[in-house]
């Protein structure tokens, strides 16, 4: 047996990828946003995709500043993760808010999460508005990940190296077991 659900709870059974922290900047102005909804969309060139609601802050910088860094939290940093998309960056600055260490980016202007496990340094390759949303599409020009934790994979056995999944609302996964195909 199947039940309806609303449409409105439709991208709640897909949501859960890694939740990720994106980073952006435009002149002097630095901001963190949350985002649940990102997605690779092309091997070849490397390119991935974040969702990202028009009346924030963010999408305002990374439209008028072209580039941004998805950056992927551990487990540990739900606290901070919960500041960053409780307020916006208009009313706070969330590096200073929140402790999070801004490190230099190798190709980009904004900047790395230190504390976060990975990283991904996109410059704009296209952007689309798509409903009360912006569709950036990122050209990846430079990937990043603390070295004990990736051996090719995230190494999704080590604590350190659980990543977040947003269910929706204030439910949140951690990552589980590693299931090998084969
Ligand atoms: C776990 C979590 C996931 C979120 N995912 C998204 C998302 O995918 N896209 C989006 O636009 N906002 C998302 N948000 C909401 C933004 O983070 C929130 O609107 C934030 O305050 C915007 O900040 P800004 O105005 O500083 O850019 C999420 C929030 C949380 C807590």
């Known amino acids: 047996m199947k039940k309806e659900i609303p449409i409105e ?7 859960h990828g890694p939740l990720v922290l994106v980073t952006s900047l435009y002149r002097d102005k630095a901001n963190i946003i949350p985002v649940a909804w990102q997605t690779p ?3 070849s060139p490397a390119l991935v995709a974040i969702s990202v609601n ?4 963010s999408a305002e910088l990374i439209d008028q500043g072209e580039e941004f860094v998805i950056n992927v939290p551990p487990v540990s940093l739900l606290d901070k993760v919960k500041f960053c998309g409780a307020y916006s960056g ?5 590096f200073d808010q929140t402790g999070l260490t801004p490190l230099k980016a190798r190709m980009v202007k904004p900047s790395l999460i230190e504390e976060c496990i990975g990283h991904i ?8 508005t798509v409903g ?3 569709l950036f599409i990122g050209g990846v020009v430079a990937a990043s ?3 004990d934790k990736f051996d090719g994979y995230l190494r999704a056995e080590m604590k350190e190296a659980k990543t977040l999944h947003h269910l ?3 439910y949140f996964l951690s990552s589980g077991d590693l299931v090998p195909l084969t």
């Open 41 to 43: 969309v092309s091997i």
């Open 121 to 128: 340094e996109c410059q704009l390759y296209g952007r689309h």
């Open 54 to 57: 028009q009346n924030s802050l």
């Open 132 to 134: 009360d949303h912006k």
């Open 168 to 170: 929706g609302g204030s």
């Open 145 to 147: 990940v603390d070295e």
């Open 90 to 94: 208009r009313e706070v600055n969330k």
């Open 9 to 15: 709870l439709a991208n709640r059974l897909i949501n």
